[in-house]
């Protein structure tokens, strides 16, 4: 169970059709819990954001927009637009956010990463007159080379106040960390659950809509989860068997 005023924001990574969006938008909306949906549409289809907005009660958000962030607003795709992460850097985080807020439309900052990522996103966030929300992941990683964390408190976290970004480093991480090597990903398969039982076994992370032949969240009952190496003799016989055949089926 969620607290009161408790919001979730659900990204469907802009793959979908107006046809196939409309349908689930309406059960979500049904739900105190969602406080905005992102990218629920392919980003070049103009008139499907705007029809799904005109026919939406939660709030739209655009990540990348493909018209460079202004072309968007003045077709009226989206409510609110993120700005930083993966879309043009700080300086135009900078412009397009001083933009929005000059016409009066939400801004979420996002830069994932750890302790000094979030601060950075947060003095962004306190100079951009109408962001909304930050998305960082600080919390996902186990090492930080923070001395301490930015604590949250009723889902707000101050602007650090200290020079430079506000937060203190520690070195002696960063130089452990410096000489880490590239992470391995490890052996790993998917699993595909089927409505009707049967189980799908795949290299990696499959594409759903082409496995299936129908666009993601169309056919109810799907599961899907990544099977990494356990070490055990199941394993390295499916593992074998996918190698060989591409995928398996049981």
């Keep these: ?148 964390r930015i604590e949250i408190v009723e889902g707000c976290s101050p602007v650090p106040e200290g020079p430079g970004l506000g937060v203190e480093v520690d070195e002696a991480v960063i130089a452990r960390l410096a000489q880490r090597g590239p992470a391995e990903i490890p052996r790993h398969l998917g699993k595909l659950r089927l409505p009707d039982g049967h189980v799908l076994y795949t290299a990696s992370i499959p594409p759903i809509d082409a496995l299936t032949g129908f666009a993601e969240g169309t056919i109810r009952g799907l599961s899907f989860e990544v099977w990494n190496d356990d070490g055990s003799e199941e394993f390295a016989r499916m593992y074998g068997r996918v190698e060989e055949d591409g995928s398996v089926l049981e």
Excluded at 17 to 46: F, M, N, R
Excluded at 54 to 77: F, I, N, R
Excluded at 132 to 143: G, T, V
């Design 1 to 148: 169970m969620a607290p009161p005023g408790f919001k979730m924001q659900y990204d469907f990574n802009s793959n979908r059709t107006l046809a196939t969006v409309l349908p689930i938008v309406k059960q979500l909306e049904k739900s105190p819990v969602v406080g905005y949906i992102e990218d629920p549409l392919v980003l070049s289809d103009v008139e499907g954001w705007r029809r799904l907005r005109a026919q939406c009660g939660v709030p739209l958000v655009m990540h990348v927009p493909p018209l460079g962030g202004l072309q968007e607003v003045v077709q009226g795709m989206a409510d609110a637009y993120i700005v930083a992460e993966y879309c043009g850097g700080f300086g135009d985080a900078l412009v397009r956010g001083l933009a929005y807020g000059k016409a009066n439309i939400q801004v979420v900052v996002q830069l994932t990463g750890g302790t000094l990522a979030k601060a950075l996103a947060l003095h962004l966030a306190a100079v951009l007159p109408t962001a909304a929300h930050s998305i960082n992941l600080d919390d996902q990683y186990e090492e930080d080379a923070a001395r301490q």
